[in-house]
């Protein structure tokens, strides 16, 4: 195993160093977590195997492609333009939440750099916001998320944050938030534009991701649930949520069970009101409660 998980570790150095960016010794090991020392040892080894490494410029490493052998590799573990497109394609088919979209994507990243795997599973529109909120994230640097349009107040605003991880597929950013001095999630789809500021982070104790249940909703507390399901609306709920497939359970042809922790009520409270008909309530009362005053206020509203 150990034999292995070498294998697989210069398999990774060499498509990173190949990939066309000159990268310092540091950047090298921080990026594969491992030492400067082992580092060299790996670049060594592949001089050895006739990869041509030049010295380095300006501290910065890369693999020649002209190195022999080298076509040969290239050609096995890079995807071509016409390949590339139809990857593209066939991960923006697959529902952002889907955990086999999210393994497929791990396992590009464990052989491309991370910005090439945004690429391919970020819609183009939203790449230039995303890329930016990289560069933030590996300077430690605040920046400012131009005209984000708050699904709360339903206004458009500049909000000065410092940005620390994606959520899963890369729909929102973590990022501590200068004026309410908190950590939320901000969805790129929602940003007009992004300008990295050349401060630092300041807040970098209090950088922390809150867990998210399978409605995308994050929250420290979680509160347990059991919905009894029609058939139509377990199909639907695995369809737009499909990390609940997990909790649900057939009790007969006609009925399903779903039990889970949420993150407050908001976002199974949506499914529910959109199928109010087909789902029934188990526990807890208070979720019935919350439901009864939305309710009230869609009532209090139309009339």
């Not at 960016?21 to 990026?31: G, N, P, S, V």
């Not at 458009?156 to 990022?175: G, L, S």
Request: hydrophobic share 35%; with cysteine.
């Amino acid at each position: 195993m150990i034999e292995q998980n070498k294998i697989q570790k210069l398999l990774e150095i060499m498509v990173f160093l190949s990939s066309g960016i000159k990268y310092t010794l540091e950047e090298i090991a921080e990026r594969f977590e491992m030492s400067e020392r082992t580092t060299r040892r790996y670049i060594q080894t592949f001089r050895e195997a006739g990869f041509i490494i030049p010295k380095p410029e300006n501290g910065r490493y890369y693999i020649d492609k002209e190195s022999a052998y080298f076509k040969e590799i290239s050609e096995l573990i890079h995807f071509s333009k016409e390949e590339a497109i139809i990857l593209q394609k066939a991960i923006h088919s697959v529902s952002d939440e889907n955990p086999l979209k999210q393994n497929l994507v791990k396992k590009l990243y464990a052989l491309y750099d991370f910005e090439r795997v945004a690429d391919t599973i970020v819609k183009e529109k939203y790449s230039v916001n995303i890329h930016q909120l990289m560069q933030a994230i590996k300077c430690k640097n605040k920046v400012i998320l131009r005209d984000y349009l708050s699904a709360n107040s339903k206004q458009q605003k500049d909000r000065i944050v410092e940005p620390f991880d994606f959520t899963n597929n890369y729909i929102a950013i973590w990022a501590y938030d200068i004026e309410d001095g908190c950590c939320k999630t901000f969805k790129n789809t929602r940003i007009a534009s992004v300008q990295i500021l050349p401060e630092p982070w300041e807040h970098k104790g209090n950088h922390i991701k809150l867990p998210m249940d399978i409605f995308r909703i994050g929250s420290k507390e979680k509160t347990d649930i059991k919905l009894q399901l029609s058939i139509r609306a377990a199909e639907l709920l695995q369809e737009e949520y499909p990390l609940s497939e997990q909790y649900i359970t057939q009790i007969n042809k006609e009925q399903f069970d779903f039990e889970a922790p949420v993150s407050g009520f908001d976002g199974v409270g949506r499914f529910i009101m959109g199928l109010c008909e087909e789902i029934k309530i188990i526990y807890p009362e208070s979720l019935k409660d919350f439901l009864k005053n939305k309710a009230e206020k869609i009532l209090t509203v139309r009339s």
